[in-house]
């Protein structure tokens, strides 16, 4: 088995366990599965290629990032969802930094901001009555979770691996079930659909480090 394959393992099995543990409200098996799941895209990206470029290594750094806001996230306490929000954000950062050094098409780029932001401000008028005291993390996670998308996207269009922009979209999309779970309508179905969303965007995103080192 290569080593990308057994990342992948690891992150389907880590998910399934997941699952599972927040299905029957098991603290053990989530604070096992979670981390378990989230080395697994690490490992995949490292099988990949990513210590061989400069995109991969800024690929990886963003998955680390992603890997550390999993585990603040398994607390429920208002400063772990902090910790965790900081530590996703500088994970979009990373992969902001890396889809922006490919190159670009700006008019699809513009285009694909025109679409996001108003959408992504539907959002915030969503949850912000939820969360009054979280508005400002929240905006500002916002504003850089649409730079990603939109450079994404731009770079897609000049002929980026499609890995980039799916994965990008994906990401953004499992945010929302992770919002909605925290301030709006806790409950497992967020996860159900959320936590294979997010997982899979991870490894979409370490599988386009193979692509763009091609």
Same mark, same amino acid.
């Given at each position: 088995?290569?080593?990308?394959?057994?990342?992948?393992?690891?992150?389907?099995?880590?998910?399934?366990?997941?699952?599972?543990?927040?299905?029957?409200?098991?603290?053990?098996? @989530?604070?096992?599965?979670?981390?378990?799941?989230?080395?697994?895209?690490?490992?995949?990206?490292?099988?990949?290629?990513?210590?061989?470029? @400069?995109?991969?290594?800024?690929?990886?750094?963003?998955?680390?990032?992603?890997?550390?806001?999993?585990?603040?996230?398994?607390?429920?306490?208002?400063?772990?969802?902090?910790?965790g929000l900081v530590s996703f954000l500088l994970g979009h950062v990373a992969y902001v930094v890396a889809f922006g050094g490919l190159p670009t098409r700006l008019t699809p780029a513009l285009i694909a901001a025109a679409v996001i932001t108003p959408l992504l401000a539907l959002i915030? @008028?969503?949850?912000?009555?939820?969360?009054?005291?979280? @508005?400002?993390?929240?905006?500002?996670?916002?504003?850089?979770?649409?730079a990603m998308c939109v450079v994404a996207i731009g770079a897609g269009a000049a002929g980026a691996p499609w890995m980039i922009p799916v994965g990008a979209l994906m990401f953004t999309a499992s945010d929302i079930a992770v919002v909605r779970d925290r301030f709006v309508a806790p409950g497992f179905m967020n996860r159900l659909w959320g936590l294979p969303l997010y997982y899979a965007a991870q490894l979409i995103i370490a599988w386009s480090i193979m692509a763009v080192n091609a």
């Open positions: 088995m290569t080593l990308n394959g057994l990342g992948e393992l690891m992150t389907g099995v880590g998910l399934v366990g997941l699952l599972f543990g927040e299905w029957k409200g098991l603290p053990t098996v @989530r604070a096992v599965s979670k981390p378990f799941a989230s080395l697994g895209f690490i490992v995949a990206a490292i099988g990949f290629g990513a210590l061989d470029s @400069r995109y991969g290594n800024i690929v990886l750094a963003g998955l680390v990032l992603g890997a550390i806001g999993d585990v603040c996230l398994l607390g429920q306490a208002k400063q772990y969802f902090i910790a915030a @008028r969503w949850v912000f009555p939820h969360a009054p005291d979280m @508005r400002v993390p929240i905006g500002i996670y916002m504003l850089v979770i649409a």
